[in-house]
């Protein structure tokens, strides 16, 4: 907060399913922050963001490359 900084958002696994919320993230998103989500069994990653009603999936990139 002294240096002025926002949180925009959260990470956290699904270890038993898809990198996709669910309905506990639907329930429990603060609304407007990004939640990037990892498939611990396929080590997929995807972001979203979400909404007042959804979310919307964000684009990942390499900033590496």
Request: aromatic residues 6%.
């Amino acid at each position: 907060r002294a240096q002025g900084l926002d949180v925009v958002g959260v990470w956290h696994s699904h270890p038993d399913g898809p990198a996709t919320p669910s309905d506990t993230d639907r329930r429990e998103a603060v609304k407007g922050w990004t939640h990037l989500i990892l498939d611990v069994r396929g080590g997929g990653c995807r972001a979203w963001r979400s909404g007042e009603d959804d979310f919307e999936e964000l684009e990942l990139v390499d900033a590496g490359r």
